[in-house]
Structure formats: structure tokens, C-alpha cells
Nanobody, 115 residues
């Protein structure tokens, strides 16, 4: 069973920073992409950032310049560095890993940004 374990969420004030991590029990050679999504209450889940096997990354316009996605292939871990956080960033953040066979999701970690 593939498992994604997330950590790093919490409560911060506006302008603060957090770093999320997601450790996957999926072999690196099986991973096509890794990504972070988020879902706020009453809203649809949205893509925040993604990184492909080739190393290219994409970001939602709302987080460009503030968030950085990275990965450590040796640890099968993807990170999301979140800087200059805003109250509108408040959401549950989910790690996603796509393989040639399936999509896998983390349990979600709460990020709350106070004003």
C-alpha cells in the first residue's frame, strides 16, 4: 500500500512562513510528478504547485513568488516552502503523487494564517 505522510502545517500570522513536507512510500523511478493541492472550506480543491520527474515546476498565479516546491529524490519527499503567507492561504493542503499506474493523496495538513 502506497502511503503519503504529510507534516509541517500549523498556525502562523500573516507574513510568516511554513514548510510542508510529504514523504512517499513510492519508488522514485515510478513517480511522474509530485504536487500540492489545497482546499478551503466551501471551495474546490485547487492545484498550488507541481514538479515533474524532469524537474520543471508550475505554480498557481496566487502563490507565484511566495511558494517554492522542491523534492529530495533520495528521500522520496516533496516540500512546499510557503513564505509571505496571507489569510487567503488558509486551507487544508494535500500532497499528490502521480505514477504511471495511479494517483496517491496524503491525509492533508491544516494551514491557518491569521490576520
Amino acid at each position: 500500500q502506497v502511503q503519503l505522510v504529510e507534516s509541517g502545517g500549523g498556525l502562523v500570522q500573516a507574513g510568516g512562513s511554513l514548510r510542508l513536507s510529504c514523504a512517499a512510500s513510492v519508488r522514485a523511478f515510478s513517480i511522474n510528478s509530485m504536487a500540492w493541492y489545497r482546499q478551503a472550506p466551501g471551495k474546490q480543491r485547487e492545484l498550488v504547485a507541481a514538479i515533474t520527474r524532469g524537474g520543471s515546476s508550475t505554480y498557481a498565479d496566487s502563490v507565484k513568488g511566495r511558494f517554492t516546491i522542491s523534492r529530495d529524490d533520495a528521500k522520496n519527499t516533496v516540500y512546499l516552502a510557503m513564505n509571505s503567507l496571507k489569510p487567503e492561504d488558509t486551507a487544508v493542503y494535500y500532497c499528490n503523487v502521480r505514477s504511471p499506474f495511479n494517483d496517491y493523496w496524503g491525509q492533508g495538513t491544516q494551514v491557518t494564517v491569521s490576520s
